[in-house]
């Protein structure tokens, strides 16, 4: 009887190991897919964190640039504004000094400035080349500006339209 329960307890034994072997499989298994579901789940918060930055910097975009087309629409009243000063008459040309002054200041303060480009190289960027030629400056210098540029706090919203000097012709 003895030698039977010897059995039997080395049964049991044998038993447990394979129950503990099956567990420790089911734990190890329960293990790799609490990882695989921790890593998409951090990641898909970075994600979603780099969403909202995205979109906050989009919106941030959009409030600075609404008004880029009222704007460049703006911007041919004050080219005629400096043609009209450009008159002969003295008041006229006084009276719409200030009216000029005035909307230039408006511009300025929502963030819209006009490009310096005399005597500056070419830069396709904020120059459209309207002419090249002939002149004493050396070549690839805006030499005269026909219709001035304007940037709107980094971009620009219009470019100028300059002549372009070709360098002494000989």
Do not use: W
């Not at 293990?31 to 789940?41: M, P």
């Not at 002054?101 to 511009?107: H, V």
């Not at 396709?124 to 706090?153: K, N, Q």
Request: aromatic share 6%.
């Amino acid at each position: 009887m003895e030698e039977e329960q010897l059995e039997q307890i080395e049964m049991e034994k044998g038993d447990r190991a394979e129950e503990t072997d099956e567990e420790s499989r089911a734990v190890e298994g329960l293990q790799k897919a609490y990882d695989d579901l921790n890593d998409r789940f951090l990641r898909l918060a970075a994600d979603f964190d780099n969403y909202q930055k995205r979109i906050a910097r989009e919106i941030d975009d959009c409030r600075t640039y609404a008004i880029e087309s009222f704007a460049v629409e703006l911007l041919d009243v004050l080219d005629n504004l400096e043609r009209a000063a450009r008159a002969e008459d003295g008041s006229l040309r006084e009276g719409l000094e200030h009216i000029r002054k005035l909307f230039a200041t408006i511009l300025e303060r929502h963030g819209i400035r006009p490009l310096e480009c005399l005597n500056r190289p070419f830069d396709p960027r904020e120059h459209e080349a309207v002419a090249y030629v002939p002149s004493d400056t050396d070549e690839g210098m805006v030499i005269e500006e026909l219709i001035r540029g304007y940037c709107m706090h980094d971009r620009i919203i219009r470019c100028a339209r300059v002549v372009v000097s070709r360098g002494k012709e000989e």
